[in-house]
């Protein structure tokens, strides 16, 4: 049961301005930085956002990623076909002693 | 080429074990931690198990506690996932994953930047 709570769905337009949000607590976000996973249909996770608002190389700068105390934002500036897929956000849980990943939101592009 | 690859998944009876592997390749093992992913059928993503660098900090899900065993052979590049007394809910998607670390402002950040394809475990009767 994941203790990070997402939006299960979210949508759009193309070019749209989309924001997804990831809930949390003092023991996971609150203490810890998120990161967001984005997952294709039929593919492997791949890392999206790395420490609340940081993008790996190659990621384009139409995502981004916001915390505030104890919970997560990723944004879509414009969104593409192509963004459509699963996202997760994720955070070391303290009182856990692990990683947690949120419920996932699926992003539809109308 | 950087790369995780996974084997050893199958169909397996519940209270049966299974003995998952995770193969890396194009960068320094030892530098970094190793995590499982799993994902059942349908479902969304569920942090299994980690181990640090030097087998170090090892941790796991309360759902495997006590059943799975992580471990790893830096000579060999290699990770593993003894699985024992399976259940129809240990069903997914394995996925190793490497803990990767950047530095941004002088702080490290962590995140899981490589994964492998995965491997299907199915535990029924």
């Known amino acids: 049961q994941s203790i990070l709570t997402q939006p299960p769905s979210a949508s759009g337009t193309p070019g749209q301005r989309v924001t997804i949000s990831c809930s949390g607590s003092?023991?996971?976000?609150?203490?810890?930085?998120v990161n967001w996973y984005q997952q294709l249909p039929g593919t492997a996770p791949k890392l999206l956002i790395f420490?609340?608002?940081q993008r790996p190389s190659g990621v384009p700068d139409r995502f981004s990623g916001s915390k505030s105390r104890t919970s997560a934002s990723l944004a879509f500036s414009r969104l593409q076909s192509e963004d459509e897929a699963d996202y997760y956000c994720?955070?070391?849980?303290?009182?856990?002693?692990?990683?947690?990943f949120g419920t996932g939101t699926k992003v539809t592009v109308l | 080429e950087v790369q995780l690859v996974e084997s050893g998944g199958g169909l397996v009876q519940p209270g049966r074990s299974l003995r998952l592997s995770c193969v890396a390749s194009?960068?320094?093992?030892?530098?970094?931690?190793i995590h499982w992913v799993r994902q059942a059928p349908g479902k969304g993503l569920e942090w299994v198990s980690g181990?640090?660098?030097?087998?170090?900090?090892?941790g796991y899900a309360a759902s495997v506690r006590g059943r799975f065993t992580i471990s790893r052979d830096n000579a060999k590049n290699s990770l593993s996932l003894q699985m024992n007394n399976l259940r129809a809910d240990d069903t997914a998607f394995y996925y190793c994953?490497?803990?990767?670390?950047?530095?941004?402002?002088?702080?490290?950040?962590?995140?899981?930047?490589?994964w492998g394809q995965g491997t299907t475990v199915t535990v029924s009767s």
């Open positions: 181990i640090g660098s030097n087998s170090g900090g090892i």
């Open positions: 003092s023991s996971n976000i609150g203490s810890n930085p």
């Open positions: 994720a955070a070391w849980d303290d009182s856990l002693s692990g990683y947690v």
């Open positions: 194009g960068f320094t093992f030892d530098d970094y931690a």
């Open positions: 420490g609340n608002n």
């Open positions: 994953a490497r803990m990767g670390r950047t530095v941004a402002a002088g702080i490290y950040y962590y995140g899981m930047d490589v």
